[in-house]
């Protein structure tokens, strides 16, 4: 996307695993579970509920997220790239005149293509299929910033404020900073230098 000054924009997909389509596999394609807690059914033993929708905790509902989006994208003409199973391109022609790119991380998509207006149809459209909001233009994700020099066609990511976010969390934030963890006043020598590495000190 910078190499080629590509419009780069983000998708967040809502409560993403119960938009997904039920995976049939597992018992003749059922799922059940123990009546949860609350639930009129939770002391009754002799009650199962089927699941209809994956959920979140169910360890096939990232593949059923996955497996619905492939779908999808692959209904409006995408193809995987390569060894990636989440990302994909459409070659431009028909109804979208030039190529889109789309990455996904679980519930967060990145859509990267030239024109501004093929970009909001083709994320209306998605959010025809799957309820999410429209991040925008990207300038986080997953945790990293994002800062592009569009007339330099460059990119960098930070964490500075993931870092940062971090340290506050920890009570570390108004710590001071120290060139070197050692007491200045240590002095090592060769000796110091064990022959063979403790692997516990990797």
Known sequence: ???????LHSIDIEQAFLQADKLME????????????????ANNKDIVYEVLRPLYGNPSSPRALHKTMDAFFKSEGFDTIGFEESVWK????GKYA??????????????????KDIMAAF?????????GTDEGEVT??????????????????????????????FGMWDCKPCATPLDANN????????????????
Do not use: M, W
């Open 98 to 115: 030039e190529d889109i790119y789309v990455s996904a991380h679980v519930d967060d998509c990145l859509i990267a293509c030239k024109s």
């Open 1 to 7: 996307a910078a190499a080629n000054d590509l419009e």
């Open 26 to 41: 597992g018992v003749n394609g059922r799922y059940f579970i123990n009546p949860p807690p609350g639930s009129p059914d």
């Open 187 to 202: 002095r090592l020598s060769k000796a110091d230098c064990p022959q063979v590495v403790d692997p516990a000190l990797h």
């Open 123 to 131: 994320k209306k459209e998605i959010l025809t299929r799957f309820i």
């Open 140 to 169: 986080e994700y997953l945790g990293c910033e994002l800062i592009r020099d569009r007339s330099a066609k460059s990119a960098t990511i930070v964490q500075k404020g993931y870092a940062e976010r971090v340290l506050k969390t």
């Open 90 to 93: 459409r070659v431009g022609g």
